[in-house]
């Protein structure tokens, strides 16, 4: 089983600034990689990256996300008040199909 | 646009099975893609429970694989849970999704229901 690894947990930052949000596999998943936002209130999660690099249709440019293998990265260049959420990164091995979520990371207002 | 709404009982005994439906608009589940339910209990992350295509391939969560089925309902565009033996770690808000896929398999989410409470308990 691939597990994924979220960090920080918490992020505490002001909006306008940037966040870097980190997902670690614990085996290659290749770009099998997709990063969802969830407001509070549970919400439906919000697909906003997928193939470790594809912005979802709809999502503004301020969210990209980079890295292959077992290294991933979701960066929003400019937090607005709308993107203190929580966020999740998710994966697709190969075979059999199985997909797994990583814990989480908070993205709060400091 | 796509929209996917989830309908079952809020209540559902131990011991009993837990029954959703996902009914889908915008897309004729049929032509294309998986579709897939999702659960988050409370105060708690995403987990996948399984997926089914279009053409009726189904892949499962391995730790709930031996409780779950899925199946399809092209006539009225839905599709279905049904989770057996249901205990209070069952409780969660499950979420049906449209699964894009990739290499033939289900990749990621990209639309989702509101999701539905269902608690388990006598």
């Known amino acids: 089983e691939i597990v994924l690894t979220q960090s920080p947990a918490t992020l505490s930052l002001s909006p306008g600034e940037r966040a870097t949000l980190s997902c670690r596999a614990s085996q290659s998943v290749g770009v099998y990689l997709a990063w969802y936002q969830q407001k509070p209130g549970h919400q439906a999660p919000r697909l906003l990256i997928y193939d470790a690099s594809n912005r979802a249709t709809g999502v503004p440019a301020r969210f990209s996300g980079s890295g292959s293998g077992t290294d991933f990265t979701l960066t929003i260049s400019s937090l607005e008040p709308e993107d203190f959420a929580v966020y999740y990164c998710?994966?697709?091995?190969?075979?059999?199909?199985?997909?797994?979520f990583g814990g989480g990371t908070k993205v709060e207002i400091k | 646009q796509v929209h996917l709404q989830e309908s079952g009982p809020g209540l559902v005994k131990p011991s009993e099975t837990l029954s959703l439906t996902c009914l889908v608009s915008?897309?004729?589940?049929?032509?294309?893609?998986?579709w897939g339910w999702i659960r988050q209990p409370p105060g708690k992350g995403l987990e996948w429970i399984g997926s089914?295509?279009?053409?009726?391939?189904?892949y499962f969560n391995p730790s709930l694989r031996s409780r779950v089925t899925i199946s399809v309902d092209t006539s009225k565009n839905q599709f279905s849970l049904n989770l057996s033996s249901v205990t209070a770690a069952d409780t969660a808000v499950y979420y049906c999704?449209?699964?894009?896929?990739?290499?033939?398999?289900?990749?990621?989410?990209?639309?989702w229901g509101q999701g539905t409470l269902v608690t388990v308990s006598s």
């Open positions: 999704a449209r699964v894009p896929y990739s290499g033939s398999y289900p990749s990621h989410f990209d639309y």
């Open positions: 998710q994966q697709r091995n190969n075979w059999p199909p199985r997909l797994t």
């Open positions: 915008g897309y004729s589940i049929s032509a294309d893609y998986y």
């Open positions: 089914i295509s279009h053409s009726g391939s189904t």
